[in-house]
């Protein structure tokens, strides 16, 4: 998606260990327009999919996933990361290792919010080494969900999580596939 990747080349910078930071538009200050035509593309690639439902994590996964769940007009549901106080004990609970955080995190979701007769678009911000994406995958198996596939924001490509995905037979769809960061730039995919 050539906004994106024009957006990321103006706004993002590369930190030490292959971190993107692009928090100026998608995950710390958000730009609804972006966003919105994100949702539109992830609703044209998923259109025919039959998709009952966007699953995703929070928080960053939040806006682009709700962008695409009104275009698909379906409901959004988010993983949360920490159990409140008001959910009950019917939860699926999954562990998410981040590696950007080097922390290993729980995420759940209520049980009465995905059934065996839900069809699930997994969007997530950024899949890197896909351990959001394993841990929403897990959820989906445990609630006997069908995954119509799954896409990223951005997918850092030289670090196996998009293999994973693909390895396990999903359709996988990334609107902005970086190749590398060579030299403190981002270099992405299918480019000299």
Request: glycine share 8%; net charge negative; proline share 3%.
């Given at each position: 998606?050539?906004?994106?990747?024009?957006?990321?080349?103006?706004?993002?910078?590369?930190?030490?260990?292959?971190?993107?930071?692009?928090?100026?538009?998608?995950?710390?200050?958000?730009?609804?327009?972006?966003?919105?035509?994100?949702?539109?593309?992830?609703?044209?690639?998923?259109?025919?999919?039959?998709?009952?439902?966007?699953?995703?994590?929070?928080?960053?996964?939040?806006?682009?996933?709700?962008?695409?769940?009104?275009?698909?007009?379906?409901?959004?549901?988010?993983?949360?990361?920490?159990?409140?106080?008001?959910?009950?004990?019917a939860?699926?609970w999954?562990?998410?290792?981040?590696?950007?955080?080097?922390?290993?995190?729980?995420?759940?979701?209520?049980?009465?919010?995905?059934?065996?007769?839900?069809?699930?678009?997994?969007?997530?911000?950024?899949?890197?080494?896909?351990?959001?994406?394993?841990?929403?995958?897990?959820?989906?198996?445990?609630?006997?969900?069908?995954?119509?596939?799954?896409?990223?924001?951005?997918?850092?490509?030289f670090?196996?999580?998009?293999?994973?995905?693909?390895?396990?037979?999903?359709?996988?769809?990334?609107?902005?596939?970086?190749?590398?960061?060579?030299?403190?730039?981002?270099?992405?995919?299918?480019?000299d």
């Amino acid at each position: 998606m050539k906004l994106l990747e024009d957006r990321i080349r103006k706004d993002g910078q590369v930190l030490p260990g292959d971190v993107l930071k692009i928090n100026s538009f998608l995950n710390h200050q958000v730009d609804p327009q972006l966003m919105m035509e994100v949702g539109k593309e992830f609703a044209r690639l998923f259109k025919d999919g039959g998709v009952t439902k966007v699953l995703t994590c929070e928080a960053s996964g939040i806006a682009p996933s709700i962008m695409a769940a009104y275009q698909l007009n379906v409901p959004m549901v988010f993983a949360r990361k920490k159990k409140p106080s008001t959910l009950n004990d019917a939860v699926y609970w999954a562990d998410v290792f981040s590696y950007t955080k080097k922390v290993e995190n729980k995420i759940c979701v209520e049980e009465k919010f995905l059934s065996k007769d839900d069809t699930l678009l997994i969007l997530d911000d950024f899949v890197a080494h896909g351990e959001a994406v394993k841990g929403m995958v897990n959820i989906a198996e445990q609630a006997g969900c069908s995954v119509a596939g799954i896409g990223a924001v951005v997918a850092k490509t030289f670090q196996g999580g998009s293999d994973w995905i693909k390895d396990h037979g999903y359709r996988f769809e990334a609107l902005a596939n970086i190749d590398s960061f060579k030299d403190g730039q981002v270099h992405f995919l299918g480019e000299d």
